[in-house]
């Protein structure tokens, strides 16, 4: 079953708007949350990552924000670009070697930023 | 970039056929993974090792096979292919240190006819 519940499937935001994804885990073990960009024909990359024991993660345009009570985090891109379109993936892990670190991912989110 | 190589980057086989897949990586990581991207499934782990001859199978192992013989090389094997292993196969890498990235190469596009 999918461990990581991503929404929406895909976003249309104007250029300058907010772009926000969410998304949402079950499992409590999980104790590390990155989100990756793609581009089409690419890997995914590293975007930002956040551990629980923060609400809020700011690198740039990007901010990840954390509610570990209602098991949720979601990605904010303030200033949205043309070139900011891509499909973004949420994740989760557990920092542990018994589960090899693998990440389980949400099932992307297509957004496309008009000029 | 994490320096891994994957081959081939597209290939299209018949259904029944044996086909594998390479993972080639230079930073000397010690866990490498198999992801399998599919439309509408994201991206699915089929199988991961921690270390030579160290492996574990992942949520859609069915079907796959892996060999780490060394620590640079990860191969996947389709023993026999079917239509619905028509995907895009990611490999990914990453230390064994806690939260350090986990690196993807650029994928091997995979079409069973």
């Known amino acids: 079953q999918q461990q990581v519940k991503q929404s929406p499937q895909s976003l249309i935001v104007q250029k300058g708007g907010i772009s926000i994804i969410n998304c949402a885990y079950e499992n409590t073990a999980f104790d590390y949350f990155p989100w990756y960009q793609q581009f089409p024909g690419k890997g995914p990359a590293l975007l930002i990552a956040i551990r629980p024991d923060v609400s809020e993660k700011k690198e740039g345009r990007f901010t990840i924000s954390f509610n570990k009570s209602a098991k949720q985090f979601s990605l904010h891109i303030m200033d949205s670009q043309p070139g900011d379109s891509a499909t973004y993936f949420c994740?989760?892990?557990?920092?542990?070697?018994?589960?090899?670190?693998?990440?389980?991912f949400g099932k992307g989110t297509s957004l496309l930023v008009t000029p | 970039d994490a320096g891994i190589t994957q081959s081939p980057r597209h290939k299209v086989t018949e259904t029944g056929t044996p086909v594998t897949l390479r993972c080639h990586q230079t930073?000397?990581?010690?866990?490498m993974y198999w992801y399998r991207q599919d439309p509408g499934h994201g991206l699915r782990l089929i199988h991961y090792s921690y270390g030579v001859k160290d492996t574990d199978k992942g949520e859609v192992s069915d079907g796959y096979s892996v060999s780490r013989s060394k620590t640079e090389d990860f191969l996947l094997t389709l023993e026999s292919a079917t239509s619905s292993q028509t995907s895009v196969y990611f490999c990914?890498?990453?230390?064994?240190?806690?939260?350090?990235?986990?690196?993807f190469g650029e994928g091997s596009w995979l079409t069973v006819v």
């Open positions: 990914a890498t990453r230390t064994g240190f806690s939260g350090n990235t986990i690196y």
């Open positions: 930073e000397n990581h010690r866990y």
């Open positions: 994740a989760a892990s557990r920092e542990n070697s018994n589960s090899g670190y693998a990440l389980n």
